[in-house]
C-alpha cells in the first residue's frame, strides 16, 4: 500500500509542478501586457524626437508597435503626410511579424488615416474598412467605435454631414475610450454647427472638452477651445467666444499644429472684423494662411485663404484681398492639380502595401502546399503500413495475442 502511494506521489508530482509552471507563464504574460497598456498611456506624452529615439533602440518588436502607433498620431497632428505613411506601413509590417490581429488593425486604421491626411479618400475608406473587419472578426467594440469615429472625420472633410453623424452614432454604439468619444464629439460639433443646430453643436463642443492642461493633449486642448469659441461666435455671445478662440490659437501656435490654428484663426479672424478690430484680425488671418503651407486638406487651404481675403477686404486694402479672394478660388479650382502632384507618391505607397500583401499571400501558399504535401506523405505511410499488414496478417501464422 506504501509503495502504491509513493508511486502516486512521484507521478503526480511533475504534473502539479508543470501546472505550477503553467499559472507563473500566464501571470507572467499578464504582466507583460498591462506593461505595454501602461507603456502607451506613457509614450503618448513624449516628444516626437524621443520616441524616434526609442524605436530606433529598442529591440522589443511589440514595444516598437507601439512606439510606431504614437509616432504616427504625432506625424498626423503636425500635418507630415510622408513621415506619417511610412511609419504607418512600419507599424503594419511589424503588426505582421508578430502575428497579431489587433495590432495588424490598428496599423490598417492608422495607415488611413495617413490617406486621409493627403486626400486620398478611396484608400483612406479602404484601409478603414479593412481595419474595421478584422476588429469585428476579434470582437473589439471599442476599436470598431475608433474607427467608425475615423470614417465618420473622413466623411465630415467631404461634405457629407449626413454620414458622418451616421457613422458617429454607430461609433457611440459601440462604445469609446474617453480621449477616444472627445474626439468623435468633436467632429459632431463641427456637423451641428454646419446644420446651424446650435444647442446640439454647444452641448458635443462641452462633452468633448475633457482636456484641462494643454500639455497632456495639444491637439485636443486646441480642437476643442476652437469648437466652443466656433459655437459660442455663432450663438452671438463673442466675450466667450474671443475667450476660447485666444486658447486655441495660442496652444495650437507654441505646438505647432495647422489644423487646429488653421481652424481656430479662421473664426476668430471673422469674429474681430465684426467687432472692427481689423488690424487684429488680419494680423490672425496672416498666421492661419502661413500654417497652411505644406497642408494638403482642401477645406482647410480654402479656409485659410478666405479669412485672408476677409481680413483685407475688412481692412480696405483691396487690391490685396483681391489677389486673396483669387488665389482661394484658385485654391478651389486646382485641388486636383494639387492631388496629382501628390498622386505619384500615394500611388508608390500603394503599390508597396500591394507588394506586401502579395508576399504575405504567396508565404500562405507556399505553407499550405508543404502542409498537402506532408499530408500526401503520411496518406502514403499509412496506406503503405495497411497493405503490409494484410499481406502479413494472409500470409503469417501469428497467435491470437500478436
Given amino acids: 500500500m506504501r509503495s502504491i502511494t509513493s508511486r502516486s506521489l512521484r507521478s503526480t508530482r511533475p504534473n502539479i509542478i508543470r501546472l505550477i509552471a503553467l499559472v507563473l507563464g500566464l501571470f507572467g504574460i499578464a504582466q507583460v501586457y498591462a506593461q505595454s497598456i501602461d507603456a502607451l498611456a506613457r509614450l503618448e506624452g513624449l516628444p516626437l524626437d524621443t520616441l524616434i529615439q526609442r524605436e530606433k533602440t529598442t529591440t522589443d518588436l511589440r514595444v516598437k508597435c507601439v512606439l510606431t502607433n504614437v509616432m504616427v498620431h504625432q506625424y498626423l497632428y503636425l500635418a507630415r503626410p510622408e513621415e506619417c505613411m511610412r511609419t504607418a506601413m512600419g507599424s503594419l509590417e511589424l503588426a505582421e511579424q508578430l502575428k497579431n490581429d489587433t495590432l495588424i488593425a490598428r496599423a490598417q486604421c492608422l495607415i488611413g488615416s495617413a490617406f486621409a491626411l493627403v486626400n486620398d479618400v478611396n484608400a483612406a475608406l479602404a484601409h478603414y474598412n479593412t481595419s474595421l473587419a478584422t476588429y469585428e472578426r476579434t470582437g473589439d467594440s471599442l476599436a470598431m467605435g475608433f474607427v467608425c469615429k475615423e470614417i465618420?472625420?473622413?466623411?465630415?472633410?467631404?461634405?457629407?454631414?449626413?454620414?458622418?453623424?451616421?457613422?458617429?452614432?454607430?461609433?457611440?454604439?459601440?462604445?469609446?475610450?474617453?480621449?477616444?468619444?472627445?474626439?468623435?464629439?468633436?467632429?459632431?460639433?463641427?456637423?451641428?454647427?454646419?446644420?446651424?443646430?446650435?444647442?446640439?453643436?454647444?452641448?458635443?463642443?462641452?462633452?468633448?472638452?475633457?482636456?484641462?492642461?494643454?500639455?497632456?493633449?495639444?491637439?485636443?486642448?486646441?480642437?476643442?477651445?476652437?469648437?466652443?469659441?466656433?459655437?459660442?461666435?455663432?450663438?452671438?455671445?463673442?466675450?466667450?467666444?474671443?475667450?476660447?478662440?485666444?486658447?486655441?490659437?495660442?496652444?495650437?501656435?507654441?505646438?505647432?499644429?495647422?489644423?487646429?490654428?488653421?481652424?481656430?484663426?479662421?473664426?476668430?479672424?471673422?469674429?474681430?472684423?465684426?467687432?472692427?478690430?481689423?488690424?487684429?484680425?488680419?494680423?490672425?488671418?496672416?498666421?492661419?494662411?502661413?500654417?497652411?503651407?505644406?497642408?494638403?486638406?482642401?477645406?482647410?487651404?480654402?479656409?485659410?485663404?478666405?479669412?485672408?481675403?476677409?481680413?483685407?477686404?475688412?481692412?480696405?486694402?483691396?487690391?490685396?484681398?483681391?489677389?486673396?479672394s483669387k488665389l482661394c478660388n484658385a485654391y478651389r479650382d486646382t485641388v486636383t492639380n494639387t492631388q496629382n502632384r501628390s498622386q505619384m507618391q500615394n500611388q508608390l505607397f500603394s503599390q508597396e502595401l500591394k507588394d506586401r500583401e502579395d508576399a504575405n499571400l504567396k508565404e500562405e501558399a507556399k505553407a499550405e502546399r508543404s502542409h498537402n504535401i506532408q499530408f500526401g506523405i503520411i496518406a502514403l505511410i499509412v496506406l503503405t503500413l495497411g497493405i503490409f499488414l494484410l499481406i502479413f496478417s494472409r500470409t503469417a501464422v501469428v497467435g491470437a495475442r500478436a
Fill in 152 to 324: 465618420a472625420a473622413l466623411y465630415r472633410g467631404l461634405g457629407d454631414i449626413e454620414g458622418s453623424l451616421r457613422y458617429m452614432h454607430r461609433a457611440l454604439a459601440y462604445g469609446m475610450n474617453p480621449k477616444v468619444r472627445a474626439r468623435g464629439m468633436s467632429v459632431m460639433t463641427k456637423c451641428y454647427l454646419e446644420l446651424g443646430n446650435l444647442d446640439s453643436a454647444l452641448y458635443c463642443a462641452q462633452q468633448a472638452d475633457i482636456v484641462k492642461r494643454p500639455g497632456e493633449d495639444p491637439y485636443g486642448y486646441s480642437g476643442y477651445q476652437g469648437n466652443l469659441g466656433a459655437v459660442y461666435a455663432a450663438r452671438n455671445e463673442p466675450d466667450l467666444a474671443e475667450t476660447y478662440f485666444k486658447r486655441a490659437v495660442a496652444v495650437a501656435d507654441s505646438f505647432h499644429l495647422p489644423q487646429p490654428l488653421i481652424t481656430a484663426a479662421a473664426g476668430y479672424s471673422k469674429l474681430l472684423i465684426e467687432q472692427g478690430r481689423t488690424a487684429e484680425a488680419l494680423a490672425l488671418a496672416r498666421k492661419g494662411f502661413e500654417a497652411s503651407d505644406g497642408v494638403r486638406q482642401p477645406s482647410l487651404i480654402v479656409k485659410a485663404a478666405g479669412a485672408l481675403a476677409d481680413a483685407f477686404h475688412a481692412a480696405r486694402m483691396d487690391d490685396s484681398a483681391f489677389v486673396y
